[in-house]
């Protein structure tokens, strides 16, 4: 079993930036690729980007590329995801997620019926 934790979430000024993290317990996430989703009350989860078990191959939604980083330090258990030039439409509970199937950590999918292991989430406000 995989206890995935985020952080880094908080109250934050339109056009500033976040770190979130992403550390587990239980099991490495050396052999996961990983992801990110957000979700709004009342909405659907969407994916945010995901990442690779060795980190050299990031996918992102079409949208967010310009403004997301997904990255990954398996030395230290986490998955981080940066924002920048954040807006007030990126308000939302953002979770992490690992796929445990060995015959997708090469290339991650959007799906997030692809992940098995989730987070609580954190929470990104943005203010306008």
């Known amino acids: 079993q995989v206890q995935l934790v985020e952080s880094g979430g908080g109250l934050v000024q339109a056009g500033g930036s976040l770190r979130l993290s992403c550390g587990a317990s239980?099991?490495?996430?050396?052999?996961?690729?990983m992801a990110w989703f957000r979700q709004v009350p009342g909405k659907e989860r969407d994916f945010v980007a995901a990442?690779?078990?060795?980190?050299?191959?990031?996918i992102y939604a079409d949208s967010l590329a310009s403004r997301f980083t997904i990255s990954r330090d398996n030395t230290k258990n986490t998955v981080y995801l940066q924002i920048i030039q954040l807006k007030p439409e990126d308000t939302a509970v953002f979770s992490c997620?690992?796929?445990?199937?060995?015959?997708?950590?090469?290339?991650?999918?959007?799906?997030?019926?692809?992940?098995?292991?989730w987070g609580q989430g954190t929470q990104v406000t943005v203010s306008s």
């Open positions: 990442i690779n078990w060795s980190g050299d191959n990031a």
């Open positions: 997620a690992a796929d445990a199937n060995p015959y997708r950590n090469l290339i991650p999918g959007r799906s997030e019926r692809e992940y098995d292991y």
């Open positions: 239980g099991r490495t996430l050396s052999r996961y690729s």
